[in-house]
């Protein structure tokens, strides 16, 4: 796959992140109850917003991240990420992450965005297994992944360090035989 690819849903466009996202990704991701159960520390200036998403596209590069910007159709405002990271081509296994601009929580977005990008890492990148990795508290989270049909599977004692404590996560999973629903 040598461009990225574009995804439409009935009210968003998922697309490749580039240099005029910075700021919208710095705001989201410098905010701490976005990034309150994310695993990693929120941000705090312009080069790692630059960073991430110099990483993104060299991920995409190498086939191994596949990471959407998602964009209000109406608007075409960014409003958060979702996609795809270690990707495990050789035993089709790939991990999803996902995070939305406060102001935009409980609109259905991401349940959207979800299902546009799930099919696509089954059909195009030929995987079997997705999975997401939650923190236990994070309620949302967890009943998004239950509503598009994955199993929880059980809990990775600390799991990650951010924030400067260790944080327990739940693995979760979909196979491709379960999807759709």
Known sequence: ????????????????????????????????HTMKYYGSDVMEGLEEAEGMVMSFRNGFENQQVF????ERRDNG????????HNRAKRVRRIEM????????????????????????????????????????????SRKLVKRL?????????EYVYA???????IMHSLLKREWPL
Request: charged fraction near 25%; include cysteine; charge should be negative.
């Open 1 to 32: 796959m040598e461009e990225f690819p574009v995804l439409f849903t009935d009210r968003l466009k998922l697309r490749e992140l580039n240099d005029g996202d910075i700021l919208v990704l710095l705001s989201i991701f410098s905010n701490p």
């Open 163 to 169: 924030g400067g404590a260790y944080m327990d996560l």
């Open 77 to 84: 405002e960014i409003i958060g990420t979702c996609g795809f």
């Open 97 to 140: 992450g996902y995070e939305l601009n406060e102001d935009e929580e409980g609109k259905g977005y991401m349940t959207e965005a979800m299902s546009a990008i799930i099919p696509f890492a089954f059909d195009h990148l030929h995987v079997n297994r997705i999975g997401a990795l939650i923190h236990p508290n994070n309620l949302p």
């Open 67 to 70: 990471r959407w910007g998602i």
């Open 149 to 157: 049909g994955f199993q929880e599977e059980g809990l990775l004692r």
